[in-house]
């Protein structure tokens, strides 16, 4: 996948692109992992320096909308709930794991895994964004399906 954050210099071709952000309306959506990378999360006030995984989502409802998100899930024991609601979510770990049981993350089979989640929207600074609300856990085990939404 391109690196859409990569800089451009004052003399190199740049290529047209029409593609604007799309705000989607609260609600469920479908989704499949387009993009993982690893990182490290520097910390704040609120959370300490962690490792981090930075997740591209391609999300599309029932009504038909479709747009990308892209969220953060940051590997501490705060937000262990987090993790497991995600890997749950996309059938990478069996959704009806109970609460204190051990799992190894399976990092390696993120890309092109597909689940549901919850988008809200957020605005910061005069401007909407998507975020995720949750990563919707099924009450069955899916199948490890990857691929098309």
């Known amino acids: 996948m391109a690196d859409y954050d990569e800089a451009l210099g004052w003399d190199d071709e740049a290529t047209a692109s029409d593609a604007e952000y799309t705000v989607l309306e609260p609600g469920e959506y479908a989704y499949r992992v387009d993009d993982f990378e690893r990182g490290r999360f520097d910390g704040s006030d609120k959370?300490?320096?962690?490792?981090?995984?930075?997740?591209?989502?391609?999300?599309?409802?029932?009504?038909?909308?479709?747009?990308?998100?892209?969220?953060?899930?940051?590997?501490?024991?705060?937000?262990?709930?987090?993790?497991?609601?995600?890997f749950k979510s996309c059938g990478l770990i069996d959704a009806s794991l109970s609460d204190g049981q051990a799992y190894r993350m399976p990092w390696d089979q993120v890309r092109g895994a597909i689940g549901r989640v919850e988008i809200g929207n957020?605005?910061?600074?005069?401007?909407?964004?998507n975020e995720v609300k949750r990563f919707v856990v099924?009450?069955?085990?899916?199948?490890?399906t990857y691929g098309a939404l």
Do not use: D
């Open 122 to 129: 957020h605005t910061h600074q005069g401007r909407t964004y």
């Open 47 to 86: 959370m300490g320096p962690c490792p981090v995984a930075k997740l591209t989502l391609s999300c599309s409802n029932a009504t038909g909308q479709q747009g990308t998100v892209v969220t953060r899930l940051y590997l501490t024991k705060r937000q262990q709930w987090k993790l497991t609601q995600f």
């Open 138 to 144: 099924p009450e069955t085990q899916p199948k490890r």
